[in-house]
C-alpha cells in the first residue's frame, strides 16, 4: 500500500534533519519519493473561481504546526506506516498525519 | 439450543471467516446474514445439521462466490475464494478468526466509538438499530459510524490479523479497553445491562482465544464480580446502595466463585496488571462476609500498585481511612483537594463520609450538599440527599 506522510511541526525544527530516518527507510526499500519544504512564509495558495485567479500569500490556513516535509512511502499495511511514522524525529516534537493513497479503481 | 444461541454462538465466527476469505466486510456481514436466513428456513424442515457453524459459513461462502461471479468483480479474488471450494469443507474453525477480528475492531486507528460499535457488530452480531438504541443515537448515524470505520479499515490498509508478538503489548490493551468501556457502558445503566452481558461474553471469548494473557482473565474476572453485585447497587427506587449497605446475600455467590477461582488462576502467572489488580479489589470486597470484615488493608495495598490516577488515589484514600481511621483518610482527601479533582463530585462526599463517620455532622451536611451541587447520576443525588437528612437530623 502507498501512504503519503505529511510531517507537521512548528518551523523551528526545519533544519533538524532526519537522524538516520532517511538512511533506514531507503535500505528498506519502502520511500518512493518525498521532500522537505521551504517554510509556509514563501508558500502561495491558488484557488481559480468563475474563471479568475485568485493568488493569496501563504499557506491553507495559518496554524502553528505547517507541513514541513513529505514522504511518499509503500509498504505492507497501516501497521507499518504507524511503525515508519512513529521513528521519524518529527513525530517526537510535531505530528504526521498518514494518508492512503487514492489508488485507481480495480487494484484495491 | 435455540436458534437465537445458534446465532449468538456462531455469528462472530462465519463474519471472522468470511472477511478473511473476501477481505470484504460489508460483504461478509450480508453473506452470513443471509446464510442465517437459510437457516432460519431450513433447519425447521431438514433438521439442525450436526455442524451448523460449518454449514453456515459454508452456505455464507457460497453466497460470497455467487455474489462475486454476479459482479464480475476481480476474477483474482473470485478465483481465491472459490479456491476454498476444492477444499472438502471450509475451514470455518481457524480458531485466530474471532481473534483476528477482534484485534482488527479494536485497533487504535479508529475512533473508539468506532471501536465498540464495530466488536458489537461483527464480534457479537447485534444489529445496528440494537447499537444505536445502545448508545442512543439515530439509526442512520451508527449505520453512518460503522461503515466509516470498514471503510477505513479497508482503505488505509488495516491489517486483518492478529499482531506479531512485538505489538502485543500494545495492541492488546485496546481490546481490553474496548470491552471494558462496554461493560461499564451496560453497568452504569439499568437501561442497558445488555451491553455488559456482551462485554462478558466477548471478555470469555477473548480468555479462551488467549490462553495464556493474564489481564484477559483478569479483566474477565473484574468484569464478573462487579456483575455478581447487579443486583443490589440500586433500590427500587433507583437510588445508589453503597457496597457496606447493600445486601450481601442477594449478591450472585456462584459468579463470585467463578472469578475468585479464575482470578487465582490467572495471578498464578506471576504477571500482574491493572485489570488483574483491580479485580483482586473487587476479590476482596465480593468474599467478604461482612463489610466489617473487609480487608481494607489489602485493599489499600493493592490500590498502591496501580496507577496513580487521581481517581485511584481517591479510592486508596477511602482505604486507607477505612483501614486506619476516618481522620487519617480525611486528611489524605484534603491534600488530593487542591488537585485536578476539584469539582469532582465524588470528592467532598467522601470527605462527607469521613466526616459523618467522626461525628462531626455539620461539617458533613456542608460537604454532601457540596457534593450535591456537582451533580452526578440520579441514582448517586437520591443516596446523597438521605445522608443529607441523616447527618443534618443528627447522624
Known amino acids: 500500500m502507498k501512504y503519503l506522510l505529511m510531517i507537521c511541526g512548528d518551523e523551528s525544527h526545519a533544519n533538524d534533519g532526519c537522524g538516520g530516518w532517511s538512511e533506514e527507510m531507503e535500505r528498506r526499500g519502502v520511500v518512493e519519493g518525498g521532500a522537505g519544504l521551504r517554510p509556509p512564509g514563501e508558500a502561495t495558495t491558488v484557488r481559480v473561481r468563475d474563471d479568475e485567479l485568485m493568488l493569496t500569500d501563504g499557506p491553507f490556513a495559518e496554524t502553528k504546526e505547517q507541513i514541513g516535509g513529505f514522504v511518499l512511502i509503500n509498504c505492507a499495511d497501516l501497521d507499518e506506516a504507524i511503525e515508519i511514522a512513529a521513528k521519524h524525529p518529527a513525530a517526537a516534537y510535531g505530528t504526521i498525519e498518514i494518508r492512503p493513497v487514492l489508488e485507481p479503481p480495480g487494484v484495491v | ?395
Open chain 2, 1 to 395: 439450543m435455540t436458534f437465537e444461541e445458534v446465532y449468538r454462538q456462531e455469528w462472530g465466527q462465519v463474519v471472522a471467516t468470511l472477511i478473511r476469505l473476501t477481505g470484504d466486510w460489508e460483504l461478509a456481514e450480508e453473506c452470513a446474514q443471509e446464510a442465517f436466513a437459510a437457516a432460519l428456513q431450513r433447519w425447521p424442515r431438514d433438521g439442525v445439521p450436526d455442524k451448523p457453524g460449518a454449514w453456515l459459513t459454508t452456505t455464507a461462502r457460497n453466497r460470497a462466490i455467487d455474489w462475486l461471479r454476479r459482479e464480475a468483480v476481480g476474477a483474482q479474488k473470485l478465483k481465491e475464494v472459490a479456491a476454498m471450494t476444492s477444499e472438502s469443507e471450509p475451514q470455518y474453525d481457524v480458531p485466530d478468526d474471532r481473534l483476528r477480528l477482534m484485534f482488527t475492531c479494536c485497533h487504535p486507528a479508529l475512533a473508539m466509538e468506532a471501536r465498540v460499535a464495530l466488536t458489537l457488530r461483527t464480534l457479537a452480531g447485534l444489529s445496528t438499530a440494537e447499537i444505536a438504541r445502545a448508545f442512543l443515537v439515530p439509526e442512520t448515524t451508527m449505520s453512518k459510524r460503522l461503515t466509516r470505520a470498514k471503510q477505513k479499515i479497508q482503505y488505509a490498509g488495516i491489517p486483518y490479523r492478529v499482531p506479531p508478538a512485538h505489538l502485543l503489548p500494545e495492541r492488546t490493551p485496546a481490546v481490553l479497553a474496548v470491552l471494558y468501556l462496554l461493560f461499564n457502558e451496560g453497568y452504569s445503566d439499568v437501561v442497558r445491562t445488555n451491553l455488559s452481558g456482551e462485554a462478558i461474553r466477548l471478555a470469555r471469548l477473548l480468555v479462551q482465544l488467549m490462553p495464556d494473557e493474564p489481564e484477559a482473565g483478569g479483566l474477565l474476572a473484574l468484569m464478573l464480580l462487579h456483575d455478581a453485585r447487579r443486583a443490589t447497587r440500586l433500590t427500587a427506587d433507583g437510588v445508589l446502595v453503597t457496597l457496606e449497605e447493600q445486601d450481601r446475600t442477594r449478591w450472585d455467590h456462584a459468579g463470585i466463585t467463578e472469578a475468585v477461582d479464575l482470578l487465582e488462576t490467572t495471578l498464578r502467572r506471576g504477571a500482574p496488571g491493572p485489570y488483574q489488580v483491580q479485580a483482586a479489589i473487587a476479590a476482596c470486597h465480593a468474599t467478604a462476609r461482612t463489610a466489617e470484615d473487609t480487608d481494607w488493608p489489602q485493599i489499600a495495598g493493592l490500590y498502591g500498585q496501580l496507577k496513580q490516577t487521581p481517581v485511584i488515589a481517591l479510592n486508596r484514600a477511602v482505604a486507607i481511612g477505612m483501614a486506619d481511621g476516618p481522620a487519617i483518610g480525611l486528611r489524605l482527601v484534603d491534600e488530593l483537594a487542591a488537585g485536578p479533582l476539584s469539582g469532582y463530585h465524588l470528592l467532598p462526599a467522601t470527605r462527607a463520609d469521613f466526616f459523618r463517620r467522626l461525628g462531626r455532622f455539620s461539617e458533613a451536611a456542608s460537604a454532601y450538599r457540596e457534593a450535591l451541587e456537582l451533580a452526578g447520576t440520579e441514582a448517586e443525588r437520591g443516596y446523597l440527599q438521605n445522608r443529607l437528612r441523616e447527618v443534618s437530623a443528627g447522624g
